[in-house]
């Protein structure tokens, strides 16, 4: 069974910065490419960036040279650094397994809130 615990999300102003961290179980981490995907009110999810099993990485261009994705095979833990938080950045992020572009599990951990206030 897999899990997902996403953490550390919050509040931020504008031009703000937050590191979200997501813990892994139940599959062999440092096999899988990882990813944090996100979602705003109304919207459908959205990919945000990914890392592979070598430590490729790889951002959607809303957030590219702003996000730093990162990960820590000893800890299963994936990171989502961001920087010059926008408005627009709000929204629940969630992590999980990538294939390409999209999430490679139908399953979703509680995700993480995210606001960014102007």
């Known amino acids: 069974q897999v899990q997902l615990v996403e953490s550390g999300g919050g509040l931020v102003q504008a031009g703000g910065s937050l590191r979200l961290s997501c813990q892994v179980s139940g599959l062999t981490f440092s096999s899988y490419a990882m990813g944090w995907f996100r979602q705003a009110p109304g919207k459908e999810r959205e990919f945000v960036a990914a890392?592979?099993?070598?430590?490729?990485?790889y951002y959607a261009d809303s957030v590219k040279g702003r996000f730093t994705i990162s990960r820590d095979n000893a800890k299963n833990t994936v990171y989502l650094q961001m920087n010059a938080l926008k408005p627009e950045d709000t929204a629940v992020y969630y992590c999980?397994?990538?294939?390409?572009?999209?999430?490679?599990?139908?399953?979703w951990g509680q995700g993480t809130q995210v606001t960014v206030s102007s």
């Open positions: 890392i592979t099993s070598g430590g490729s990485t």
């Open positions: 999980n397994a990538v294939i390409g572009r999209g999430p490679a599990y139908n399953y």
